[in-house]
Nanobody
C-alpha cells in the first residue's frame, strides 16, 4: 500500500506559477512511475504529466507542454509539478498517482495509488 499526499495548490492569477508536491509513504518510491492528472468540474480526469522511475524520462500532455515541468526526488519520496504561465483552463483538482505499469503512461487505469487531490484555481 502506498499513501500519497499532495500539497501546494491554491489560487493564482493567470500568468502566475504554482508548485505542487506529492510525498509517498513508502521507501520503495523509486519502484513506481509517478504522474499527475487533473479533473475540472463536469469533465473527465485527464493526464497532465508523468515521470519514469529513475526520473530520466518525462511525458506531458500537449496542453501543458512547455509550461509545466514534472520531476522527482527519490531520496525524499517526492514528485513535483512546477506550473508556469498558468491559464484559467488549468483550473482543476490535481491528483498525484503511482503505478508499476511500464506502458500507457497517460491512462489513469494504469495507476494503482492516488492522492486525495489538491485544488488549483487560476483567475483571469
Amino acid at each position: 500500500q502506498v499513501q500519497l499526499v499532495e500539497s501546494g495548490g491554491g489560487l493564482v492569477q493567470a500568468g502566475g506559477s504554482l508548485r505542487l508536491s506529492c510525498t509517498a509513504s513508502r521507501r520503495t518510491f523509486s519502484n513506481y512511475r509517478m504522474a499527475w492528472f487533473r479533473q475540472a468540474p463536469g469533465k473527465e480526469r485527464e493526464f497532465v504529466a508523468a515521470v519514469s522511475r529513475s526520473g530520466r524520462t518525462t511525458y506531458y500532455a500537449d496542453s501543458v507542454k512547455g509550461r509545466f515541468t514534472i520531476s522527482r526526488d527519490n531520496a525524499e519520496n517526492t514528485v513535483y509539478l512546477q506550473m508556469n504561465s498558468l491559464k484559467p483552463e488549468d483550473t482543476a483538482v490535481y491528483y498525484c498517482a503511482a503505478g508499476t505499469a511500464l506502458s500507457d503512461y497517460n491512462n489513469y487505469v494504469k495507476y494503482d495509488y492516488w492522492g486525495q487531490g489538491t485544488q488549483v484555481t487560476v483567475s483571469s
